[in-house]
């Protein structure tokens, strides 16, 4: 007498082999989503730094103290910061220059922070801050 179908040993002995046949491919992929998220910190992290400096030599940077710390956020990343003058504020040199514009060596550390990710690094640049709020007041002294 013939039988139709599998037997219940059958279709557990054939799902035991598809399990052991997709956990190398499970493990692929999950690597491959890894690589990913690493992919795109790295290269979403120059841009937030580049953006972080940019904020923080901004307008308001005049109103900042040369030696401070906080933190803001960009697009979901956390940035902590921190500003060290490396030398004493001077008149910036040439002649235009020289009466409006102060100009000191600054440090700026950065860490940026996205869920586990952490990265920090150190810039040190030419900060320059105007004396006066506008063209106006400049001229107003020459007077």
């Known amino acids: ?5 599998f037997s219940v040993i059958e279709a557990l002995a054939a799902t035991a ?3 052991l046949a997709l956990i ?3 493990d692929m992929l999950s690597a491959l989503h890894d690589a990913s998220e690493r992919l795109e910190r790295a290269t979403q992290t120059p841009f937030v730094e580049a953006t972080a400096l940019t904020l923080l030599a901004g ?3 005049r109103n900042t103290p040369r030696e401070a710390r906080g933190e803001f956020s960009i ?3 956390r940035v902590e910061w921190e500003r060290r ?3 004493p504020i001077e008149p910036a040199g040439g002649v235009y220059g020289n009466d409006m514009i102060d100009i000191q060596l600054e440090e700026v550390e950065l860490t940026l922070i996205l869920d586990d990710y952490r990265r920090t690094s150190r810039h040190r640049r030419i900060a320059w801050t105007p004396r006066y709020d506008d063209l106006d007041s400049f001229l107003e002294t020459l007077q």
């Not at 007498?1 to 179908?5: C, F, K, L, N, Q």
């Open 17 to 19: 082999l598809l399990a």
């Open 1 to 5: 007498m013939g039988r139709d179908g």
């Open 59 to 61: 307008p308001d940077a």
């Open 75 to 77: 697009n979901g990343w």
């Open 24 to 26: 190398p491919i499970y």
């Open 85 to 87: 003058a490396l030398s």
